[in-house]
């Protein structure tokens, strides 16, 4: 299915590609919202769990715009940064009656957790993971002089196919059942889906 300017479309990439595409929207005049300082989490990530380093820094833009628009983006990143662990460019949204190859697995669990989710994510098949910081407000807060706490999250993203989904989310549930604070899954159909490398350009 081909993006709409309805749909979302989504980049996680490093932070020095990110700046090459932040060229490209000032010159379109495209607006984007940006997650800066996202760890990125690749599935093959032995050599770097072996040098002591288990995440790359990476970025995740989020913004819409035409098919064209679409295409030349995704061209611009597949002939300039075509080679492994350079990131992915997807669109969130399509048709609710068309069923979708891919889909978006949400992980929000309690600080620190988010390696115990990308270890099975990479146990399991997926292509890699992306995490964020976020800050989670519940119906009571707690407070300490006045001051309110609120509590640390750690958000997890990774793409898969839906019967990989199926397995991984029993798994993940299963494995933070009894962590404080839980964990909350949901999913979103991808309608387009492109590692940047091993991908041929689009036209």
Known sequence: MKGTEKDLQIIITTEQIAEKIYEIFKKVKLSCFVLPKCRGFSQSSSFFEFIGMTSTKVELLAFSCKERLRKYILNFLLTNYNKPNNGIMLTLGGDEK??????????????????????????????????????????????????????????????????????????????????????????????????????VAVS
């Open 98 to 199: 068309m069923e979708t190859k891919n889909k978006m697995l949400v992980v929000i669990i309690n600080e620190g957790q988010a390696e115990k989710v990308t270890d099975i994510l990479r146990k399991h098949g997926s292509c890699g993971s992306t995490v964020f910081d976020a800050r989670g407000i519940s119906a009571k807060i707690d407070s300490v002089v006045g001051i309110e706490i609120d509590s640390n999250k750690d958000i997890v993203l990774s793409v898969m196919t839906e019967e990989t989904l199926k397995a991984v989310s029993e798994i993940i549930k299963e494995s933070l059942k009894d962590s404080p604070g839980g964990v909350i899954l949901f999913n979103l159909p991808v309608s387009d889906f492109n590692k940047l490398h091993g991908e």
